[in-house]
């Protein structure tokens, strides 16, 4: 496999050409606090270092060896301790925590291109501290002084890890029909009862404890989503004097063995009367999880990303070397026995495919994590602005992105040709780490109801009008532009074709609700190709300006960026027709045959 290089330009250049990230963070004053261009700059260097030299190298090997399980123990793969003290060590486990109980209080456009480098580096590992982190936000957003005070800090450090318990062997999607229990103790806290499946760090060797994040029912509450609540479960009992205490009844009772991540500890966990503590409200357990699970949704969506890029290294410098055929118009180098495939279309097909969607990927990830920035530390309308965008974004960040990372990983197998498909390259690895990404944390399914049922309908439409409102000023302050045609009218296009989708689907939906189940898939990645658009439009405009005002040495990476945002337009943007063909042909087609006749 390639040796892993962070493309530490393309988010250089992201950060402070396109988004003017720093004009941003100066302007709120929790942020200016915190980070200005030259700290995220070696944030982002120093995160690299770690990521090529630490994590990297180990990706291989644990996948080989996988993760061990006897006697209720988790043994992780071999490096993989050492390589979290480095981490936890160096910081990173706090980089987006808060300030006041030892985070490092970073927006998340930040942290997001951290969680591609980890992704790429070795998804198994970048999975244990990115569970942590987003258990810890929801901790910080909804915990009790007291159990902020006792827990976070340590999560911050990296001294603890934490896990997300909600599904079960019945309820994976549908988690308003959960069966662990939750029975109310004289001392104020809760005894925890029930089984959960397929539990990330639920259990393992690389913290001294654990922290469980717990959904959970009370014997009396509502039935269904309105009756679940969170609680925090520890590994470990934690004394009066911050000691660790007694251990907790939970208890590991087996590992699942799977077909990618194979380094990462997935769980059956058991709670027989554990000690566990409410966060939130009771009742309103599903809306602190979700304050995580926002936050983890695009880390998912990041991890699709993640392994695209790896397997465009790889595929790129594979491509490069192996000679095979001739081209169409005639030898290229009559020298050699062959030619090198990078001559073929379909060779370049695939590779620009990766090319423009990764780009793309990492570039629309970094406008969502900045709404979510605006909407976490911003102000007024500003703010207001940000949760709507984020509310809408977020199933594109998951889905979308899972979606393309495995169909790059997928491309980049296929340019290795049967090489691709054997171990020693390390390119079926990918293939097989990408695909969990499509379906936990919310199967892309899910994901696509989330925003046409939820988001679009349920605003009727006025979460995506804030989104097609920034677009289509955007669209009139460079539709005089002529050097900005080529991006600016298939865009103007695409939105009005969005919006005629949108009106038509809410419209036939009136008459049948079946309409938005049949077509939701499609018209997610219709409004991802779209809002790529946008962003590749952004690019290409950043990109112009850089070509006229930089000398020589810059004009590489300017021009190959105006050379894919074309071949995305060209290319890809047209895909969103077939979509809409698709997603306008209605839902009988899909429920006239009956179930007997499958
Ligand atoms: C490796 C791995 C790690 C995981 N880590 C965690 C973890 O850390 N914590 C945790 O709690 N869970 C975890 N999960 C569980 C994961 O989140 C669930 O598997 C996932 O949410 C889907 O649930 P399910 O498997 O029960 O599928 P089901 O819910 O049974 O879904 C089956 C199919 O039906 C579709 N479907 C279901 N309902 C609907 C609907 N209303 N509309 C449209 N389609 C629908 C789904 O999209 C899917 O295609 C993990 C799973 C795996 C495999």
Redesign the pocket.
Known sequence: MAEYKVPLKDMGFLLNEVFKADEMWQKIPKLAEQVDKETAQAILQECAKISEQVIAPISRQGDETGVSFKDGVVTTVPGYKEAFSTYAEGGWSGLGGDVEYGGMGMPKVITAMHEEMLCSADISFALYPG?TAGAALSLAKHGSEALKERYLTRMYSGEWAA?????ESH????LGIIRTKALPQEDGSYSITGN???????EHDLTENIVHLVLAKLPDAPAGPRGISLFLVPKFNVNDDESLGERNHVSCGSI?H?MG?HA?A?CVMNFDGAQGYLIGELNKGLNCMFTMMNFERIGVGIQGLGAAERSYQNALEYAKDRIQGRALTGAKSPEQAADSIMVHGDVRRMLLNMKSLNEGSRALSSYIAMQLDYATYGEGEEQVKGEALVALMTPIAKAFFTDLGFESAVAGQQVLGGHGYIREWGQEQLVRDAR?AQ????????QA?DLLMRKVAGSKGEMLAVFTTEVNAYIEANKADAAMAEFINPLAQAITDLNELTTDLLTKSQANKNEL?ASANDYLHVLGYTAMAYIWAKMAKVSQAGLENNGDSGQDFYKAKLHTARYYFTRILPRRLSLIASANSGCDCMFDIDDELF
């Open positions: 569970l896990s997300m318990c909600l599904t309820s994976g999607s549908d959960k499946i397929f539990i990330t760090g639920g699942e799977k991540i990462s997935t969990i379906i936990y944390e919310g199967t892309n399914g899910i109801m189940g």
